[in-house]
């Protein structure tokens, strides 16, 4: 009887204060949370976990050594998913990289990544600036992953000791010496013999998931493999 008083309640409430779809504002129906389901099955996701030598990893090849490397969904300009990840960075919606990352999660735990891990870092944020967002859109993500994949996400471990410029409009260079001596690893006895997956929530150049991976390599972690909301092509 309780819980049937808590529905009529919640659809109650709804009829007032309807919710909506980040990626295309319609109404979302009973049981949808954050992304409707018409939209999740729309996004341009990558695929990539299924091909070891994708695009995301065959950027990344070379410059730092990963065990995997992969992203959710393909980024492009005045798109959907550009539109859910300015929701998520500026508009104050924690909830979406929490989702996201609880369905990414999902996929991945299904193809046995869960295996391949044991710890998920988020690119860290400034202190400054996580402050006046309120909480770090990267880790966000990773609480989603953390979920479904049942390994701890961790946002102490690697911090950024630098406020850097935005990456916006840099280029590729100029990325990576904003961000080539901006982190630092709080608390590297938490990284031995472990498998690390470093998260984002855009990789462009690659130059800010470099420098990370380098770091906690340098730390003494077993490994390290990528994973992102979205990946963009338009920062080579």
Sequence with gaps: MKFFATEIFTDFISLFYPQYCFACDQGLAKGEETVCSACMLELPRTHYHTDPENALMNRLQGRVPLQFAVAFFLFRKRGKVQRLLHQLKYNNHPEI??????????ELRQHYFDQKIDLIIPVPLHASRKRKRGYNQSAEFGKGLSKSLNKP????VLVRITKTETQTKKTKLRRWQNVSEVFHVAKPDQLHHQNVLLIDDVITTGATIEACAQMLLEAGCKSVSIASIAYTDEGK
């Excluded at 996400?153 to 102490?156: I, L, N, S, T, V």
């Design 97 to 106: 990289g929490d989702t996201l990352g609880q369905v990414y999660g999902e």
């Design 153 to 156: 996400c961790q946002e102490d």
